[in-house]
Structure formats: C-alpha cells, structure tokens
Nanobody, 123 residues
Framework: QVQLEETGGGLVQPGGSLRLSCAASGRDLSSLVMAWFRQRIGKEREFVAAMRLSGGPPYFADSAKGRFTVYRDNAETTLYLRLNGLKAEDSAIYYC????????????????WGQGTQVTVSS
C-alpha cells in the first residue's frame, strides 16, 4: 500500500510560480511511477506530468511543456511539480497519483491518489 500527500497549493498572481510536493510513503517506493493530474471546475481530470520515482525521463502534457517541471528528491520519496508562468486557466485542484505500472496519461492506470491541493491563479 502507498500513501500520497500533496502540499504547496495556494493563491498566486498570473505569471507567478508555485511548487507542489507529493510525499510518498509505504512499501517498494522504488517501483512507483508518480504523476500529477489536475481537475478544473466543470472539467474532467487531466494529466499534467509524470516520472518514475527511481529516475528516468519526465513526461508532460502539451499544456505543461515549457512552463512546468517535475523532479524528485534524492531520497526518492517526494515528487515535485514546479509551476511557472501561471495562468488563470491553470487554476485547479492538483492531484498526485501513483502506479506500479508504466508511465501513463490515463488516470485509470493509477491506483494511489492523494487528497489534492488547490491552486488558484488570480490577481
């Protein structure tokens, strides 16, 4: 079993930045693929970024490329999502997810989920 906890959301002005953290705990974390999804009001949950906690290349949605970065800590237990150049349309609840399978952009492939953290971009 794996537990995920997100932190770092908040209110930020357009053009600003935030760093979201997802701390993982449980067994066999080295095999875990971790991802960020977001859900905007009235929209379905959508993929943002993912990478394997033990290393390897990150994967991004087109909407995130060039603005967001994803990286892990040296202890390989926390995945970070750095949000840069934030826009109003980035406002959403951001969820961390975990899977023991391959990297996927489909939320149904992820068995473990955090509670979500709200990001609001507004002046």
């Amino acid at each position: 079993q794996v537990q995920l906890e997100e932190t770092g959301g908040g209110l930020v002005q357009p053009g600003g930045s935030l760093r979201l953290s997802c701390a993982a705990s449980g067994r066999d974390l080295s095999s875990l693929v971790m991802a960020w999804f977001r859900q905007r009001i009235g929209k379905e949950r959508e993929f943002v970024a993912a990478m394997r906690l033990s290393g390897g290349p990150p994967y991004f949605a087109d909407s995130a490329k060039g603005r967001f970065t994803v990286y892990r800590d040296n202890a390989e237990t926390t995945l970070y999502l750095r949000l840069n150049g934030l826009k109003a349309e980035d406002s959403a609840i951001y969820y961390c997810a975990g899977s023991r399978a391959s990297v996927s952009m489909w939320s149904g492939d992820y068995a473990y989920w955090g509670q979500g953290t709200q990001v609001t971009v507004s002046s």
